[in-house]
């Protein structure tokens, strides 16, 4: 068990750019959790996908995120057009639950913190 | 809407001291409460979490947690702090329906020698 791995670990862009994130969660983990953290506050949930099927997107979601889990193993978050307010730190977690299991436990990768200039 | 407060935004304790760190939260239902724990530059570690059952819970590195209902909270407690605690501590209240967390705002714990 390596743990939830994200890459990159930092990303520095240019407002109006386009940026792509990947997570790789624990091996057979069905869960994976995308959440966003501003720096002093606390992570704030994004969207989550049960194997391949995205189930749940908050509205902090804007059209310009996308998130995608083709295989039902990793996962990407893409963010169009960057702008300055998506300068945050973004988390990945996984959880080995299986459909309508509510009581598993999230594990949490190191993060990807982005920089829009 | 679920959400969770934590109080204390910054807590400075001496080492050795007993700690106890504040959290409540507003969920309708029953509620799935954590702990989790952030240093610089690391992840999310689990400290403990409750689901039901026995209302004090017991967790990593010497942690434990009482829920209490009627107060809505969910208290983090150590009896003896190591300046290695030293960190941002976030608690968190989980949704029945993908258990998606909404985490409170943190309380970022210094210790003193």
């Known amino acids: 068990d390596t743990g939830v791995s994200q890459n990159p670990r930092h990303k520095i862009t240019k407002r109006g750019q386009n940026v792509t994130f990947r997570c790789d969660p624990i091996?057979?983990?069905?869960?994976l959790y995308w959440y966003r953290q501003t720096l002093g506050q606390g992570p704030e949930f994004l969207t989550y996908?049960?194997?391949?099927?995205?189930?749940?997107k908050s509205r902090l979601l804007s059209d310009r995120f996308s998130a995608e889990r083709p295989k039902g193993s990793f996962s990407t978050l893409e963010i169009q057009r960057t702008e300055q307010g998506d300068s945050a730190m973004y988390l990945c977690?996984?959880?080995?639950?299986?459909?309508?299991?509510?009581?598993?436990?999230?594990?949490f990768g190191p993060g990807t913190r982005l920089t829009v200039l | 809407a679920q959400s969770v407060t934590q109080p204390d935004i910054h807590i400075t304790v001496s080492e050795g001291a007993s700690l106890e760190l504040r959290c409540n939260y507003s969920y309708g239902a029953t509620p799935y409460l954590f702990w989790y724990v952030q240093s610089p530059g690391q992840g999310l570690q689990l400290l403990l979490k409750y689901f039901s059952g026995d209302t004090l819970v017991q967790g990593i590195k010497g942690f434990e947690a009482e829920f209490k209902r009627s107060q809505s909270s969910f208290n983090l407690r150590k009896p003896s702090v190591h300046w290695s605690d030293a960190a941002e501590y976030f608690c968190a209240v989980g949704a029945h329906a993908g258990n998606m967390l909404t985490f409170g705002g943190g309380t970022r714990l210094m210790v003193k020698p």
């Open positions: 996908f049960q194997n391949e099927a995205q189930l749940e």
């Open positions: 977690a996984s959880s080995p639950g299986g459909s309508g299991d509510f009581t598993d436990t999230q594990y």
């Open positions: 091996s057979e983990h069905n869960r």
